[in-house]
Nanobody, 124 residues
Framework: QAQLVESGGGWVEAGGSLRLSCAAS????????MGWFRQAPGKEREFVAG????????YYSDSVKGRFTISRDFAKNTVSLQMNSLKPEDTALYYC?????????????????WGQGTQVTVSS
């Protein structure tokens, strides 16, 4: 089981940038597919971005494509989410997740381990 700890959330004005990081311990990152999800108040948790750590293949939701970039650092055993051109609708609690079994990368049910989340607030 991987332990995941997110950091980097905060408050930013619309158009600004934030970089989230997820530190993974207990397992080697290259054996996992990693995902970022977010959940706004009153809404379901939704997929934001994912990366097959070994291959570096990335996936994005349509709402963030072209603005967000997911990446991984094997040396630090971390996954990051660079968020640019932020919009008020990006405001949410952002979660890092890891999965080691076959499943749809954008489905939260495919993931085994979750972090506690980090809050991102974008003001208009």
């Amino acid at each position: 089981q991987a332990q995941l700890v997110e950091s980097g959330g905060g408050w930013v004005e619309a158009g600004g940038s934030l970089r989230l990081s997820c530190a993974a311990s207990g397992r080697t990152l290259s054996r996992y597919t990693m995902g970022w999800f977010r959940q706004a108040p009153g809404k379901e948790r939704e997929f934001v971005a994912g990366i097959v750590a070994s291959a570096g293949t990335t996936y994005y939701s349509d709402s963030v494509k072209g603005r967000f970039t997911i990446s991984r650092d094997f040396a630090k055993n971390t996954v990051s989410l660079q968020m640019n051109s932020l919009k008020p609708e990006d405001t949410a609690l952002y979660y890092c997740a890891a999965k080691s079994r076959i499943g749809i990368i954008s489905s939260r049910g495919s993931y085994d381990d979750w972090g506690q989340g980090t809050q991102v607030t974008v003001s208009s």
